[in-house]
């Protein structure tokens, strides 16, 4: 059998003791590269206990000092940037220019996690009531849980830990057993920039792993990326248990495209949106809505898209990669299948798709479906694929309507020349991160990530200032203060009266 991966439990770097793993594959050739444990509830305990214990020392620790050690992890990262994004393609199959994509946007957040001191300041009052100050502290909460998705190996865990950790919290990491190895590598080179041991524990699994550290009596927050079903599950269990508990949910994200845009800009827009990352991000573009004229430019759409193909990580001619999984890869050729039958036209089927010396990949070839309507199960559901679904409406107003009307509120994107259009947009759509000639905004960490609706349950959003509010606690303290001169003070206040 192939290796099993470490956990990182109390004090280190260790071989889990469970029996049951799961296989690590390369979704390129579906060859196997390491298992992933199911970490036994025994470690899970003594994960959280190891967490707790280290949190009282790390609390004590002065923010300036937190942010110098992440200031030596972000450098580190930097350094070993090319190195994790070689882990991140074996066993997501991303391009290497993705993964590069996937390590830095994780890196910036631990930048932005330097920045702890000033984000941690609290409000001061002088004379609330005469001799009377008031002021807050912000204070870490104890032991936080990450568990994040696939799609995003680096990324989604830099959105977590190094806040947590910045705040003065400790933390206990649960990676998706899809694409486990990366997460160690970012935990591994946390302790070699020289953090004290136990403030990240590092666990493998799947739900029974999750559930246990959802209920767990010591861990007081939660932060969870993954798809809407599995969120809404540890949002109602986590605030059942009395967690604080933020989730970044699954996304359906249109794309409105006026007829004043600038055709090629809208097309290769498109094309990266759509099918990039095979269509694996929860910012993907997964819906065109073409304005009235705008309808005419489905062809040259069409076209585009074709040119794209995917390819192994180390292939610099690829487009994007496999899907994750043959489980995944069905799934969409269910919905592509789906799609057919319930009338939408299919202009580009990458059903059949083949890449040379690997017949065993998980490929899905670019799809572009017209003519769908918000009754099919296309427009419907999440894909997570390369497939593009495109409607017509005829006015601005339709468009927005039609995306005010959808659950989801991950990301929207106007294309247009108006100024008038794009204001009128960004004022009335009812979706949390809104792009004007941007095709994925994803915001930089100095603002947070701000899906709405079925894309996000909670309050505090990922990274940014709300990371902050998220990761911590506001005392409030009311003071007064005696001595002689103060006597002397009110004496005179009641002799003033
Ligand atoms: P997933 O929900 O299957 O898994 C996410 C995590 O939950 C994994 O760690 C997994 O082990 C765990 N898990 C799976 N089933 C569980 C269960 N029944 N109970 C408890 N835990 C369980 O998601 P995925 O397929 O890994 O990721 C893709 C999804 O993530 C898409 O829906 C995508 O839109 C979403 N996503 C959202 C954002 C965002 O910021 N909104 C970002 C990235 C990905």
Sequence with gaps: ????LD???????VASAATATIPVTNPADQSVIVQAPYTTMDEINRAVAAAKAAFRQWRLVPASERARLLMVYQARLKEHQDEIAEILCQETGKTFADAQGDVWRGIEVVEQACNIPAMMMGETAENVARGIDTYSLIQPLGVCVGITPFNFPAMIPLWMFPMAIACGNTFVLKPSEQDPMTPNRLVELFYESGFPKDLVQLVHGGKEQVDALITHQDTKAISF????????????TGTDNLKRVQCMAGAKN??????????????SALVGASVGAAGQRCMAISVAVFVGAAREWIPELKEAMAKVRPGAWDDN?????PQISAAA?????????????????CLLDGSDCTVDG????????PTLFSDVTPEMTIY??????????AGNVDSLDEAIQLINDNPYGNGTSIFTNSGGAARKFQSEIEVGQVGINIPIPVPLPFFSFTGWKNSFYGDQHAYGKQAVRFYTETKTITARWFSSDVVADANMTIALK
Excluded: C
Aim: charged share 20%.
């Design 7 to 13: 956990v990182y439990i109390d004090g280190g770097f």
């Design 380 to 389: 419907k559901d999440e894909i997570f694929g390369p497939v593009l679904v």
């Design 254 to 267: 249109h794309m409105i495209i006026m007829p004043d845009a600038d055709k090629n800009q809208v097309i």
């Design 1 to 4: 059998m192939s290796r099993v």
């Design 317 to 321: 001619a690829a487009g994007y990669g």
């Design 329 to 345: 890869r069905e799934r969409i050729l269910g919905y592509i299948e789906k799609g057919k039958l319930e009338g939408a036209t």
């Design 358 to 365: 690997l017949p065993d990949g998980n490929w899905v070839g």
């Design 225 to 236: 990326v993954g798809s809407v079903a599995v969120g809404q599950h540890v949002y109602r």
